[in-house]
């Protein structure tokens, strides 16, 4: 597998690890986020939501890192076909998770927001739905540091839970606006939450999207998507 280049087996393989570690310190960085922004939610702690607002930085840089590597791989070793997915994929992967990061970090600014908002029951329903996406997260990048395609779309599979809690929420969340309009700020900020959420859910499965494809060369069956108009995550 040697080339003139400078791609050995060996080489390219001690390469490849580096990157599937980053990326798993970026997926544990990114876990740890919605975690956190979740139990200051739930507990109002505006101080928490301020930590996970300014650790943000810190899976930008490793963004940066993996990026980095992933060209100097590309450069000096030349990889073709399966190894060049795998490359590919762990760029782009990276960019997902930071951009998963992004979502837990709004749902902490949110939290700053609405700290001594009064308490809304729908509330109730977003750390199972928290817990379900970060659950997606870990396991997607499991998968993508063992190659796995069957668990990787053993992820996808669970994106339509998700979909059914942001759903459930959303309606919840409006009957409480209806019946008073005191309710309406703090519940159309816990709706924010509940879309970040549910992008982060898309951008897990996007992820399994990419680990299958890297993994098997082959993409998989085509996602039922619902088109949904009621709101989009912040940007």
Not at 196 to 204: Q, V
Request: proline share 3%.
């Amino acid at each position: 597998m040697a080339n003139p280049t400078g791609h050995t087996v060996k080489a390219f393989d001690e390469d490849l690890d580096q990157l599937r570690a980053s990326i798993a310190e970026m997926g544990g960085l990114a876990e740890a986020a919605i975690a956190e922004s979740m139990r200051a939610l739930v507990q109002r702690d505006g101080q928490s939501a301020l930590r996970v607002i300014e650790d943000d930085a810190k899976l930008d840089a490793l963004e940066a890192e993996v990026e980095r590597q992933a060209v100097q791989v590309i450069a000096l070793r030349a990889p073709m076909a399966d190894d060049l997915r795998e490359v590919v994929a762990a760029l782009k992967i990276a960019g997902v998770v930071e951009r998963i990061g992004d979502y837990a970090k709004n749902i902490a600014k949110r939290v700053v927001v609405i700290e001594e908002a009064p308490d809304l029951k729908p509330l109730s329903l977003l750390p199972e739905m928290a817990r379900i996406v970060a659950e997606m997260v870990h396991n997607v990048l499991d998968a993508f540091a063992a190659r796995d395609a069957d668990k990787a779309a053993a992820v996808c599979e669970r994106d339509k839970a998700v979909d059914d809690f942001y759903s459930s929420i959303f309606r919840a969340l409006l009957t409480f606006m209806m019946e008073n309009p005191n309710h309406i700020t703090p519940a159309t900020h816990l709706l924010f939450v509940a879309k970040n959420l549910e992008r982060i859910g898309d951008h897990a499965t996007n992820v399994a999207e990419m680990v299958y494809f890297a993994a098997t060369g082959n993409h998989l069956a085509e996602r039922e998507r619902g088109y949904d108009t009621t709101l989009e995550a912040d940007g």
